[in-house]
Each structure stands twice: as structure tokens, then as C-alpha cells.
């Protein structure tokens, strides 16, 4: 059994940073990539940074320069530094990976963590 667990997040200021780190647990045998989107009320969950084991990472365009995504392949983790944050990125955040794993170690697998909220409040 592999599972996302996150950790991270909480009340902010404007104009302050948090981290959130996520951490595949269990058989894992190898990532092709973890990510982090976000949901806030009413509205779709959304892709914010992507973490490939394989090339660059990638941003969507409202956060670039202001977070940064990393990844600990040695320990299976992704962390989301976010900084400069704003109201907007008020949210709940999702950490999300694709790997494979399991029992015998080949199963594909598409994991969601629990989420986190993040608020962005003076």
C-alpha cells in the first residue's frame, strides 16, 4: 500500500511564506513525478507546480518567481516552498504523484494526499 502523506500549512500573512512537504509512503518503487495543485471555495482543483524525475519543473504562471518545488528522491518527498504569498493563493492544497509500486513493485499508481489548507489573511 503507498500513500501520500502532507504536512505544513496554516494562517499567513500577506507578504509571508509557509512550506508544505509531502512524502510517498510504502512500496515504492519508482516516481515519474509529484505535484502540488489547490482548491479554493468554489472553484476546480488546479495544477500550481509540478516536480518531474525527469527534467524541469514547471509552474503555473501565477506563482513563478514566488514558489519553488522540490523533490528528495532519496526519501521520496516533494516540499512547495511558497513565498510572497497573497490572499489568493488562499486554498487547500493537494499533493499529487504518479509512481509505481505496490505489492510487486510495478503497479501504477495515480495518489492524491489529504490536503492542507493554506489562508493568506491579515
Known amino acids: 500500500q503507498v500513500q501520500l502523506v502532507e504536512s505544513g500549512g496554516g494562517l499567513v500573512q500577506p507578504g509571508g511564506s509557509l512550506r508544505l512537504s509531502c512524502a510517498a509512503a510504502g512500496s515504492v518503487t519508482k516516481i515519474e513525478y509529484m505535484a502540488w495543485y489547490r482548491q479554493a471555495p468554489g472553484n476546480h482543483r488546479d495544477l500550481v507546480a509540478t516536480?518531474?524525475?525527469?527534467?524541469?519543473?514547471e509552474y503555473v504562471e501565477s506563482v513563478k518567481g514566488r514558489f519553488t518545488i522540490s523533490r528528495d528522491n532519496t526519501k521520496n518527498t516533494v516540499t512547495l516552498e511558497m513565498n510572497s504569498l497573497k490572499p489568493e493563493d488562499t486554498a487547500v492544497y493537494y499533493c499529487?504523484?504518479?509512481?509505481?509500486?505496490?505489492?510487486?513493485?510495478?503497479?501504477?499508481?495515480?495518489?492524491w494526499g489529504q490536503g492542507t489548507p493554506v489562508t493568506v489573511s491579515s
Open positions: 516536480a518531474y524525475t525527469d527534467g524541469s519543473p
Open positions: 499529487h504523484a504518479a509512481l509505481f509500486g505496490g505489492i510487486d513493485g510495478v503497479q501504477y499508481l495515480e495518489l
